[in-house]
């Protein structure tokens, strides 16, 4: 049975950071290809960034790019996102994904964490 949990939300002001992670158990995560989204209030479940398996290949969605980073430590098989330059439309439920195919990708992810919410204030 695969766990994903995620932690490190919270509250933070403009321009702050926040690094999420997310603990896995069941499997390693270097044979998942790893991923964030997030869900805004009022609005549709949207794609973050991914890792591949092994962490090989990393996507973005345009809005995070060079503020967001994800990496993934196998030793601890957790799956960071590191968040930097926060913006208030950054605000939302951010969940963790895992899919079975090793192959980096947006959507068709097989397990869910519960989410943290993560909360910038203008």
């Given at each position: 049975?695969?766990?994903?949990?995620?932690?490190?939300?919270?509250?933070?002001?403009?321009?702050?950071?926040?690094?999420?992670?997310?603990?896995?158990?069941?499997?390693?995560?270097?044979?998942?290809?790893?991923?964030?989204?997030?869900?805004?209030?009022?609005?549709?479940?949207?794609?973050?960034?991914?890792?591949?398996?092994?962490?090989?290949?990393?996507?973005?969605?345009?809005?995070?790019?060079?503020?967001?980073?994800?990496?993934?430590?196998?030793?601890?098989?957790?799956?960071?996102?590191?968040?930097?330059?926060?913006?208030?439309?950054?605000?939302?439920?951010?969940?963790?994904?895992?899919?079975?195919?090793?192959l980096v990708q947006?959507?068709?992810?097989?397990?869910?964490?519960?989410?943290?919410?993560?909360?910038?204030?203008?």
């Amino acid at each position: 049975q695969v766990q994903l949990v995620e932690s490190g939300g919270g509250l933070v002001q403009t321009g702050g950071y926040l690094r999420l992670s997310c603990a896995v158990s069941g499997r390693s995560i270097s044979t998942y290809t790893m991923a964030w989204f997030r869900q805004a209030p009022q609005k549709e479940r949207e794609f973050v960034a991914s890792i591949g398996c092994y962490g090989s290949i990393t996507d973005y969605t345009d809005s995070v790019k060079g503020r967001f980073a994800i990496s993934g430590d196998i030793a601890k098989n957790t799956v960071y996102l590191q968040m930097n330059s926060l913006k208030p439309e950054d605000t939302a439920i951010y969940y963790c994904a895992a899919s079975t195919t090793c192959l980096v990708q947006r959507k068709n992810y097989d397990y869910w964490g519960q989410g943290t919410q993560v909360t910038v204030s203008s």
